[in-house]
């Protein structure tokens, strides 16, 4: 976890700089650190399929709906981590309702 949390602060911070103060040989810092990311995410998600049990195996879809977006970042990355949140809530919701808890406050 800390490294996957690691990488996108590295990546994110790398990113500022390469861009905002024209540091080129930065980006190479930018992809490391996206590459942590994506292969913790891919690592996570492989996890949650082999321990997983019914619906809950669902969950690694949007994990990786996040990876692509990542990947198509330029294209369609916004569209996608949009719909990837938005199943991120309704799964959720789905899965806190089917084992008995409340959505609503009391």
């Known amino acids: ?4 949390c690691a990488g996108v602060g590295a ?3 790398v990113n500022i700089v390469e861009g905002g103060a024209g540091v080129d040989w ?5 992809i490391a650190g996206s ?7 891919l690592g996570l998600s492989l996890a949650i ?3 997983g049990a ?5 969950l690694a879809v949007i994990l990786l709906g996040i990876v692509g977006a990542i990947a198509l970042l330029v294209v369609a990355g916004g569209p996608l981590m949009a719909a990837t949140w938005l199943a991120a809530a ?3 919701l789905h899965l806190a309702v089917g084992e008995g808890l409340s959505a609503q406050p009391e």
């Open 90 to 92: 309704a799964a959720s």
């Open 35 to 41: 590459a942590v990311t994506v292969f913790g995410l």
């Open 49 to 51: 399929v082999e321990e």
């Open 26 to 30: 930065m980006f190479f810092v930018f």
């Open 11 to 13: 990546s994110n911070l």
């Open 54 to 58: 019914g619906a809950t195996r669902l």
């Open 1 to 4: 976890m800390v490294g996957r």
